[in-house]
């Protein structure tokens, strides 16, 4: 069993060291572990900082490609490398590394394919009361999107299985943790939480410049997320509301119109059959939505399979190749 521990980076040369020196080279259930970076275009000589750290592979993004990217990008690679879990954390040192054979462990037991390390947000001091209330919320609604009882969806602190880790497509150039954690409850991906410690914080968010970034990236991001992944209740509650609205207006220029007073209430009139009109196309759109949800599911089990079968197909070249098949000696005829 082989264990990779990814960490997205991006110029983390004064926090890595510190990162990496916390971080295990033995776990219990894994007979190899190993560390990989992902370098997001970090111009800081944060890759030769992992490597004088003793990491074992470094991957390398010539320009930033943002964290979902990163995280991806590091998926891939572990899955190239043959890891049978990977692991990701923050490379500024945010998590207890400790925690990792806690996370790892429902795996190792079959009990899962993905496990979130949920943090004590409530007693973590450099969070603000508006993260907290977002972090809440953000883990909410993911709740309810995927069906799942993850209590702190925004954690990064993460372990994924090797065939969770086939299924993951992250869309979202912002950030992976909400949407892997949708996606995992709709691809019916075994999925659960552990609590875990975190250290001092070593330096502020890089992911949001300000709260009201912050606030509206999240905003946009759960909007998203209700879009791509509940298409069609998404739209149908939105038309379904505009053409309430557009009727109750209907209702009430047709009562002005029967006591003789409709004269001056012409714009309900135009109002109301607006509303109605943009209702009715809304709900039509949601049909349209589900059907291209369906589409991209297929697409993506299409993908699925075909990376599968790639990868056994190179992992069984490499078994080939570090043990070759000896050939076999020809007997000569006696006399």
Request: hydrophobic share 40%; proline share 4%; glycine share 6%.
């Amino acid at each position: 069993m082989k264990l990779i521990i990814q960490l997205p980076c991006l110029d983390e040369a004064e926090s890595l060291p510190t990162t990496l020196a916390a971080l295990p080279r033995e776990v219990d259930g894994f007979d190899t572990v190993e560390w990989l970076i992902i370098d997001d275009g970090s111009t800081d000589g944060t890759a030769d900082i992992a490597r004088a750290c003793g990491i074992d592979h470094v991957v390398t993004h010539t320009k930033n490609l943002g964290l979902a990217r990163a995280f991806m990008s590091g998926l891939s690679h572990c899955l190239e490398l043959g890891a049978d879990v990977i692991v990701n954390t923050d490379a500024d040192n945010q998590y207890d590394a400790r925690d990792i054979p806690t996370l790892t462990a429902p795996i190792l037991r079959g009990e899962a394919d993905m496990v979130i390390g949920a943090r004590p947000i409530e007693d973590v001091e450099h969070f603000s009361a508006i993260k907290k209330l977002l972090q809440r919320l953000g883990s909410r609604v993911v709740r309810m999107a995927s069906k799942t009882e993850i209590t702190d969806a925004p954690s990064g602190f993460r372990a994924i299985s090797r065939s969770a880790a086939l299924r993951i497509n992250v869309f979202s150039e912002y950030t992976y943790t909400l949407e892997t954690i949708i996606q995992a409850g709709q691809r019916n991906i075994a999925t659960t939480s552990v609590p875990v410690r975190t250290n001092p914080d070593m330096r502020p968010s890089r992911l949001f410049k300000s709260i009201p970034q912050y606030l509206l990236r999240s905003m946009l991001t759960i909007i998203r997320i209700f879009v791509v992944y509940k298409p069609f209740a998404s739209f149908v509650t939105v038309g379904s509301l505009l053409l309430c609205g557009g009727a109750l207006i209907g209702v009430r220029y047709l009562y002005f119109l029967t006591i003789g007073e409709s004269g001056g209430h012409v714009q309900s009139l135009i109002l109301a059959s607006l509303l109605i009109g943009i209702g009715i196309q809304t709900i039509l759109i949601g049909f349209v939505a589900d059907l291209l949800s369906v589409n991209r599911k297929l697409l993506e089990e299409l993908k699925f399979r075909q990376l599968e079968d790639r990868l056994s197909h190179q992992h069984k070249e490499t078994e080939l190749q570090s043990h070759p098949i000896p050939a076999e000696k020809s007997e000569k005829p006696a006399g």
